[in-house]
Nanobody
Framework: QVQLVESGGGLVQAGGSLRLSCAAS????????MGWYRQAPGKQRELVAS???????NYADSVKGRFTISRDNAKNTVYLQMNSLKPEDTAVYYC???????????WGQGTQVTVSS
């Protein structure tokens, strides 16, 4: 059974930092592209950042220079370091695992990030 368990969300003031973690189980982690998505109220879910098995990264323009995605294959965990947070970063953040072989994906349950002004 595949499980993606996010943690690290919370309430932070603008300009602050948070580090999200996503621990994966039930998958061969090192053949998956891992990603973080977010969904704000009334908006569509959007890609925030992704990291491939080869550690190639991709970021949304809105977070470039502020957020950093990384992965630890030994711990089956992907991280999202979020710095200089803005109120517009407020959303539920979801972890995604996408198989690079089958293109089949899995989602975590989400973690709330709230940035106060």
């Amino acid at each position: 059974q595949v499980q993606l368990v996010e943690s690290g969300g919370g309430l932070v003031q603008a300009g602050g930092s948070l580090r999200l973690s996503c621990a994966a189980s039930g998958i061969i982690f090192n053949i998956y592209t891992m990603g973080w998505y977010r969904q704000a109220p009334g908006k569509q879910r959007e890609l925030v950042a992704s990291i491939s098995s080869a550690r190639s990264t991709n970021y949304a323009d809105s977070v470039k220079g502020r957020f950093t995605i990384s992965r630890d294959n030994a711990k089956n965990t992907v991280y999202l370091q979020m710095n200089s947070l803005k109120p517009e970063d407020t959303a539920v953040y979801y972890c995604n695992a996408l198989s690079e072989l089958t293109r089949h994906g899995h989602w975590g349950q989400g973690t709330q990030v709230t940035v106060s002004s």
